[in-house]
């Protein structure tokens, strides 16, 4: 058994290729050389900024010999047949063998392949992969044709300690690698896997990146403690700058005092964006006047210099940001609302200051359904949008909503304005916090809506992975904001309502559109229910009602209608139904007609018959008044009584009997089991 080592070295990979660059190189290897006989124990694949490294173990010295058997022509076929045959198979006929198999005496040739060693087949599968590699931007260098993500400088391949001539353009494998760029890069000579990982550690490269990631963060909340501070967590920055450093060292810098009267989220997305420091926070939850920079190098003076120079990057960055505060504060917020007119939207649905127009209509009918002052959802509405003319927005459009909040306060609005502006593209994702405040929640969901209405009403909707207006997370949106904030909104009559804001000319009229997004969110809340336990099949059971559209009340059903499928009574009533159902829907089909309300009292001749009758007609009797009043669970008790009567009904009565009138009774009986049933949900979308 043999260990492989290939180690590609080149010029810095950007961090946010790294991760996947390892899956693919691993995929495409272990793939290649199992395709070709060879597969070994364990795949382990490690990424630096310069190096892509895989360690193989366990492979087998050569791919396993082959005998193949193949079938060819039938005897007295064509010449030129039986010649392709011979051709193909690289046998001659004095090889082939002559067999009857039934059918006639066909020619077979008997093939013998000797196994390849492993290191021709691991030269073929490597330079295929790089040939082929999946790099989302490459690049040529000098007069080569070949592409890779920066210029490849160097390969080392290694099977059993022995080079595998690997060549890849100009470079071709060999056994040198190199340490730290300043820190140790002199060439390196390995041998092994084990070697290479020894030696690299020596020269200050770590190769495994969850190491550098995990170091990375021991020492930031090391440096934090220190200063009596704790780090803000940012996973997303820890692992790009995982993907920068070799040697991780983590410093502690200073921010300049006149800059900490700018917005705390202005200063951090700053230094996170263009400079990607980590931010330390107080014990009120402020940022503190301190931050952590990761860097690559180990110094004489304990990175002093490291960090005053990056202090003094940083005060230019902050002066940028501090100009464009200072800036925007000169012009209140709302008199940037005529910009929104020369800001597109989308060509078909108009421009932002459209949007806030409509935002403001949809805003106003929502306060007055929520019972929410329509003077502070209307504002909240009108100015929503105004900060995306802002200078700081320009900077950092990842800041939108925020700084109108910081804007608008500082103009003197009501603060449930300011929070709702901040907070009206929320929750934009399963991990974002959904807005509670009342006027928040009225200004995100008007956001949402004239999305998803606008959108679907243009026919521009979600297909399948493609989704480029984000219109499944906006609904997931809405989803959160109905159920989080136990909201009694009816879908259909609110889709329409927000329709009717439109003053451009849809495609798409208002009934269509509201029964396209009713199926849409169907689905929507399925995923969302998923992670929670509740059955997709539930869900559409109860979605499939004539006119159920209010979450929160079809939440409550869906639960009521779990627990009692829970129950023996529950699933043999689910039996029943289907029994039933089937019954009626084969023999309406036969006779061409309906048996719904077609039971005749003075035809219920068997006891069992009476006893079904009475028990749905009392049934119903509690049924109706409970669902009325919500009392789901009290009404699935109710039906739950059905199940003896419709058992001993089954059991004693022909329902397809030879007496015409009785045959027509007894299917209408059934047919009022369904009926009852569907009260509660379609039980036919149910499985199981």
Same mark, same amino acid.
């Given at each position: 058994?043999? *260990?492989?080592?290939?180690?590609? =070295?080149?010029?810095?990979?950007?961090?946010?290729?790294?991760?996947?660059?390892?899956?693919? %190189?691993?995929?495409?290897?272990?793939?290649?050389?199992?395709?070709?006989?060879?597969?070994?124990?364990?795949?382990? /694949?490690? @990424?630096?900024?310069?190096?892509?490294?895989?360690?193989?173990?366990?492979?087998?010295?050569?791919?396993?010999?082959?005998?193949?058997?193949?079938?060819?022509?039938?005897?007295?076929?064509?010449?030129?047949?039986?010649?392709? =045959? %011979?051709?193909?198979?690289?046998?001659?006929?004095?090889?082939?063998?002559?067999?009857?198999?039934?059918?006639?005496?066909?020619?077979?040739?008997?093939?013998?392949?000797?196994?390849?060693?492993?290191?021709?087949?691991?030269?073929? /599968?490597?330079?295929?992969?790089?040939?082929?590699?999946?790099?989302?931007?490459?690049?040529?260098?000098?007069?080569?044709?070949?592409?890779?993500?920066?210029?490849?400088?160097?390969?080392?391949?290694?099977?059993?300690?022995?080079? !595998?001539?690997?060549?890849?353009?100009?470079?071709?494998?060999?056994?040198?690698?190199?340490?730290?760029?300043?820190?140790?890069?002199?060439?390196?000579?390995?041998?092994?896997?084990?070697?290479?990982?020894?030696?690299?550690?020596?020269?200050?490269?770590?190769?495994?990146?969850?190491?550098?990631?995990?170091?990375?963060?021991?020492?930031?909340?090391?440096?934090?403690?220190?200063? +009596?501070?704790?780090?803000?967590?940012?996973?997303?920055?820890?692992?790009?700058?995982?993907?920068?450093?070799?040697?991780? !060292? /983590?410093?502690? +810098?200073?921010?300049?005092?006149?800059?900490?009267?700018?917005?705390?989220?202005?200063?951090?997305?700053?230094?996170?964006?263009?400079?990607?420091? #980590?931010?330390?926070?107080?014990?009120?939850?402020?940022?503190?006047?301190?931050?952590? /920079?990761?860097?690559?190098?180990?110094?004489?003076?304990?990175?002093?210099?490291?960090?005053?120079?990056?202090?003094?990057?940083?005060?230019?960055?902050?002066?940028?940001?501090?100009?464009?505060?200072?800036?925007?504060?000169?012009?209140?917020?709302?008199?940037?609302?005529?910009?929104?007119?020369?800001?597109?939207?989308?060509?078909? %649905?108009?421009?932002?200051?459209?949007?806030?127009?409509?935002?403001?209509?949809?805003?106003?009918?929502?306060?007055?359904?929520?019972?929410?002052?329509?003077?502070?959802?209307?504002?909240?509405?009108?100015?929503?949008?105004?900060?995306?003319?802002?200078?700081?927005?320009?900077?950092?459009?990842?800041?939108?909503?925020?700084? +109108?909040?910081?804007?608008?306060?500082?103009? +003197?609005?009501?603060?449930?304005?300011?929070?709702?502006?901040?907070?009206?593209?929320?929750?934009?994702?399963?991990?974002?916090?959904?807005?509670?405040?009342?006027?928040?929640?009225?200004?995100? $969901?008007?956001?949402?809506?004239?999305?998803?209405?606008?959108?679907?009403?243009?026919?521009?909707?979600?297909?399948?992975?493609?989704?480029?207006?984000?219109?499944?997370?906006?609904?997931?949106? !809405?989803?959160?904001?109905?159920?989080?904030?136990?909201?009694?909104?009816?879908?259909?009559?609110?889709?329409?309502?927000?329709?009717?804001?439109?003053?451009?000319?849809?495609?798409?009229?208002?009934?269509?559109?509201?029964?396209?997004?009713?199926? =849409?969110?169907?689905?929507?809340?399925?995923?969302?229910?998923?992670?929670?336990?509740?059955?997709?099949?539930?869900?559409?059971?109860?979605?499939?009602?004539?006119?159920?559209?209010?979450?929160?009340?079809? $939440?409550?059903?869906?639960?009521?209608?779990?627990?009692?499928?829970?129950?023996?009574?529950?699933?043999?009533?689910?039996?029943?139904?289907?029994?039933?159902?089937?019954?009626?829907?084969?023999?309406?089909?036969?006779?061409?007609?309906?048996?719904?309300?077609?039971?005749?009292?003075?035809?219920?001749?068997?006891?069992?018959?009476?006893?079904?009758?009475?028990?749905?007609?009392?049934?119903?009797?509690?049924?109706?008044?409970? %669902?009325?009043?919500?009392? =789901?669970?009290?009404?699935?008790?109710?039906?739950?009584?059905?199940?003896?009567? @419709?058992?001993? #009904?089954? *059991?004693?009565?022909?329902?397809?009997?030879?007496?015409?009138?009785?045959?027509?009774?007894?299917?209408?009986?059934?047919?009022?089991?369904?009926?009852?049933?569907?009260?509660?949900?379609?039980?036919?979308?149910?499985?199981?």
């Amino acid at each position: 058994m043999a *260990e492989l080592l290939l180690e590609l =070295f080149s010029e810095e990979i950007p961090a946010r290729m790294q991760a996947k660059a390892a899956a693919d %190189l691993k995929q495409m290897v272990v793939d290649g050389l199992a395709a070709q006989g060879l597969t070994g124990r364990s795949a382990q /694949v490690m @990424v630096t900024p310069r190096r892509l490294t895989l360690i193989l173990t366990d492979l087998p010295l050569a791919t396993p010999d082959i005998d193949e058997e193949r079938r060819g022509p039938r005897q007295g076929a064509p010449e030129a047949a039986l010649d392709g =045959f %011979l051709k193909s198979s690289g046998v001659s006929l004095a090889e082939c063998q002559q067999r009857d198999t039934g059918k006639g005496i066909f020619y077979f040739a008997i093939i013998k392949r000797p196994g390849r060693p492993a290191a021709q087949v691991v030269q073929d /599968v490597v330079e295929q992969t790089l040939a082929a590699f999946p790099w989302p931007k490459s690049m040529r260098w000098g007069a080569h044709s070949q592409r890779w993500v920066r210029p490849l400088q160097h390969i080392v391949c290694l099977l059993d300690g022995v080079v !595998v001539p690997v060549a890849f353009g100009p470079v071709t494998a060999g056994n040198l690698t190199q340490g730290h760029r300043f820190l140790a890069p002199a060439a390196l000579t390995v041998k092994d896997a084990a070697d290479y990982q020894r030696q690299l550690r020596q020269a200050h490269v770590l190769l495994d990146p969850e190491e550098r990631r995990q170091g990375i963060l021991d020492q930031a909340e090391a440096a934090a403690r220190q200063e +009596g501070l704790r780090l803000r967590k940012d996973d997303g920055l820890l692992a790009e700058v995982t993907g920068l450093v070799e040697w991780p !060292v /983590v410093l502690v +810098g200073s921010i300049d005092p006149a800059f900490m009267g700018v917005p705390d989220e202005v200063l951090i997305t700053s230094m996170r964006s263009h400079q990607k420091y #980590f931010s330390l926070l107080g014990e009120d939850g402020r940022l503190a006047n301190r931050f952590l /920079v990761v860097s690559n190098m180990v110094t004489n003076d304990q990175g002093r210099a490291i960090v005053a120079g990056n202090e003094r990057v940083l005060r230019a960055r902050l002066s940028d940001a501090k100009f464009f505060w200072d800036t925007d504060r000169k012009q209140r917020l709302e008199a940037r609302l005529p910009k929104l007119a020369e800001r597109l939207y989308y060509a078909r %649905l108009g421009s932002m200051g459209d949007k806030t127009q409509r935002l403001v209509k949809i805003a106003g009918h929502l306060a007055h359904l929520l019972g929410v002052s329509p003077v502070l959802a209307q504002r909240a509405a009108l100015l929503a949008k105004a900060d995306l003319s802002s200078e700081m927005v320009g900077e950092f459009p990842e800041l939108q909503g925020i700084m +109108g909040r910081y804007y608008a306060l500082a103009d +003197g609005e009501d603060p449930a304005v300011g929070e709702a502006i901040a907070q009206h593209y929320a929750p934009q994702g399963p991990a974002d916090g959904c807005p509670t405040a009342p006027v928040s929640v009225t200004v995100a $969901l008007a956001d949402k809506l004239d999305a998803l209405v606008g959108f679907f009403s243009i026919d521009e909707k979600p297909t399948g992975s493609k989704d480029p207006f984000a219109l499944r997370r906006a609904a997931l949106g !809405v989803i959160r904001l109905i159920l989080e904030n136990g909201l009694r909104l009816p879908l259909k009559p609110l889709f329409q309502a927000v329709h009717a804001a439109f003053a451009a000319a849809l495609s798409r009229d208002a009934a269509v559109t509201s029964a396209d997004l009713l199926e =849409f969110f169907a689905d929507r809340l399925k995923v969302h229910l998923r992670e929670q336990g509740v059955r997709h099949d539930l869900v559409s059971a109860v979605f499939a009602l004539d006119g159920e559209d209010d979450l929160v009340r079809l $939440l409550a059903r869906v639960a009521a209608l779990k627990d009692f499928l829970g129950t023996d009574d529950g699933a043999n009533l689910l039996t029943a139904y289907r029994r039933a159902a089937n019954i009626v829907r084969i023999e309406e089909k036969k006779d061409g007609r309906s048996y719904a309300a077609l039971v005749d009292a003075g035809l219920l001749t068997a006891p069992a018959e009476s006893a079904l009758a009475n028990a749905l007609r009392e049934i119903r009797g509690v049924m109706e008044p409970a %669902l009325a009043g919500e009392r =789901f669970v009290e009404a699935l008790a109710a039906l739950s009584r059905l199940r003896r009567p @419709v058992d001993e #009904f089954f *059991e004693d009565v022909t329902v397809n009997c030879d007496n015409p009138p009785l045959r027509v009774n007894r299917l209408g009986l059934l047919s009022a089991i369904v009926a009852a049933m569907g009260l509660v949900a379609d039980f036919a979308k149910i499985e199981g």
